[in-house]
T-cell receptor
C-alpha cells in the first residue's frame, strides 16, 4: 500500500471547519483513501473512504485531487469531541490490513 | 447493532507468562483482525481470521497466535511475554476479509502491561 504523509499536529477553533491534508503521491489506481480517527483511550473509528470522487457522509467530507496524489478530510463544524488523532491510509482491495502511519493530532480549541 | 467488544480492558502480566485476549465481533461480521498499538504509535497489523483460519499475518513472531470460533468471536494468545509486548491490543471486525466495501470496526482494546 502507498505511503501517506500527514502533518503531525493541527489546531482548529470550535465551530470552524477542520481541514486535514494528506499526501499520497505514490498511490496506485486500485487503492482507496481511508480516514480513521482515534480518540484518546479508544479504538480507531472509521470516518470515510473514497477512490477518486469526492465523498460525504454524516461525519465528514473527503476531497481527493484529480491526480489522486493528495486528499483533504473536512470536518465542517468541529467540536471539542473531534479532538483526536486522524489517520489517512491508502488501501487496495486485495489488502487484508490497514497500514497506519503516525497520523495528525487535531486539537479543537474552545 | 452490537459493536466490537474486547475483554479484559486492562491486564498486567509478568515477563515469560502467557496471556489470552478475547474479542466479540460486530453483529453480522465474519472477519476479525488484531492489531498491536505501542504507546505513541499507530496500530500495527498482527493477523486476520476468516472462516476460523488465519488469513494473513503481519511481521509478528509465532508466539503470537489466535483462534476464531464458529460465532466469529476470536482470541489472541501471546506466549513467553516480553517487556516490549506492553501495548494496546485492538480487535477489529468486518463483513469480509478484503475489498473496499467493508471498513474495519474496532473495539476499544485491551491494555496489556508486562513487568
Amino acid at each position: 500500500d502507498a505511503k501517506t504523509t500527514q502533518p503531525p499536529s493541527m489546531d482548529c477553533a470550535e465551530g470552524r471547519a477542520a481541514n486535514l491534508p494528506c499526501n499520497h503521491s505514490t498511490i496506485s489506481g486500485n487503492e482507496y483513501v481511508y480516514w480513521y480517527r482515534q480518540i484518546h483511550s479508544q479504538g480507531p473509528q472509521y470516518i470515510i473512504h473514497g477512490l477518486k470522487n469526492n465523498e460525504t457522509n454524516e461525519m465528514a467530507s473527503l476531497i481527493i485531487t484529480e491526480d489522486r496524489k493528495s486528499s483533504t478530510l473536512i470536518l465542517p463544524h468541529a467540536t471539542l469531541r473531534d479532538t483526536a488523532v486522524y489517520y489517512c491510509i491508502a488501501k487496495s482491495g486485495s489488502a487484508r490490513q490497514l497500514t497506519f502511519g503516525s497520523g495528525t493530532q487535531l486539537t479543537v480549541l474552545p | 447493532e452490537t459493536g466490537v467488544t474486547q475483554s479484559p480492558t486492562h491486564l498486567i502480566k509478568t515477563r515469560g507468562q502467557q496471556v489470552t485476549l478475547r474479542c466479540s465481533s460486530q453483529s453480522g461480521h465474519n472477519t476479525v483482525s488484531w492489531y498491536q498499538q505501542a504507546l505513541g504509535q499507530g496500530p500495527q497489523f498482527i493477523f486476520q481470521y476468516y472462516r476460523e483460519e488465519e488469513n494473513g499475518r503481519g511481521n509478528f513472531p509465532p508466539r503470537f497466535s489466535g483462534l476464531q470460533f464458529p460465532n466469529y468471536s476470536s482470541e489472541l494468545n501471546v506466549n513467553a511475554l516480553e517487556l516490549d509486548d506492553s501495548a494496546l491490543y485492538l480487535c477489529a471486525s468486518s463483513l469480509q476479509p478484503t475489498g473496499n466495501n467493508s471498513p474495519l470496526h474496532f473495539g476499544n482494546g485491551t491494555r496489556l502491561t508486562v513487568t
